[in-house]
């Protein structure tokens, strides 16, 4: 299986903003057979629920519907890892006729749908996200594709998108981003509990805990120490404490920098 449990780390990667939906690694109509390329398309609503639909589906089709929603902030919402429906039947030069999808990744964009809608922020996100997938997959802009220019069925997504500018755009940031740093951060490895996390994950944690550490011993940025302390660092309090008690070795650390 094929299926893109990378997503959330991709995306991130990429400096954008992720939301990951609970149960999301597990969510798709079976497995991917091999990954070809990016489907971009609108929601056709424009709300802030367009996503339920992309996940739960509707009366006629189960979801989910799309493996990303592309919030109007700029925000991808994870949804799914597993094979969706969304391209219907259409072709595009290397994916299969009436069958990409068990081949491309749906992004869904969230809009009304009559081109006058996106944001610069859901613009810029949207030409990265997808720059970030077709990097990760061996795959240039050219399979990079809206849903109109594959479909034979009629559709008009994404509309108010330019889509030669677009791959434009999209090839531009995967050439001037450096693939290897994207692919060491996706490499995993047995951390101490004996888990199985990618090095950005990694990454991400060892930030988080160096700096809670760092403000134990410090006190909050700007470092002017702890009140209870008497705006002292813990280093210094201890000094002071033990120059008090007269332990050798321990100095007042008011008087060097007085
Ligand atoms: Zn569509």
Not at 107 to 136: F, M, N
Request: aromatic content about 8%; hydrophobic content about 35%; proline content about 5%.
């Amino acid at each position: 299986m094929s299926d893109p449990l990378w997503l959330a780390d991709v995306l991130r990667a990429e400096g954008l903003q992720v939301v990951e939906h609970e149960g999301w690694r597990e969510r798709g109509h079976g497995d991917f057979r091999d990954l070809r390329g990016v489907l971009c398309h609108h929601t056709a609503g424009g709300g802030t629920r367009d996503w339920q639909i992309v996940q739960y589906g509707r009366q006629d089709l189960a979801g989910p519907l799309a493996q990303l929603v592309l919030e109007r902030d700029g925000t991808y919402r994870v949804i799914a890892a597993g094979v969706c429906w969304h391209a219907g039947r259409g072709s595009h030069p290397g994916w299969p006729t009436d069958d990409a999808n068990f081949h491309v990744i749906g992004i869904e964009a969230v809009s009304r749908g009559d081109g006058s809608d996106w944001t610069p922020a859901q613009l810029d996100a949207y030409k990265r996200g997808c720059a970030a997938i077709l990097r990760h997959i061996g795959r240039t802009a050219s399979d990079c594709v809206a849903h109109r220019e594959y479909s034979s069925e009629g559709k008009i997504d994404p509309a108010g998108i330019d889509m030669d500018q677009f791959r434009h755009e999209v090839q531009a940031i995967i050439d001037g981003t450096p693939g290897g740093t994207m692919a060491a951060l996706e490499e995993t490895f047995v951390n101490f509990r004996g888990d199985t996390v990618t090095l950005g994950t990694a990454i991400r944690y060892i930030d988080q805990y160096v700096n809670e550490l760092r403000e134990q011993i410090t006190g909050p940025i700007p470092m002017e120490g702890w009140p209870q302390l008497g705006d002292l660092t813990l280093v210094d309090a201890v000094a002071l404490i033990g120059a008090e008690l007269k332990i050798p070795g321990f100095t007042d650390p008011r008087t060097k920098s007085a």
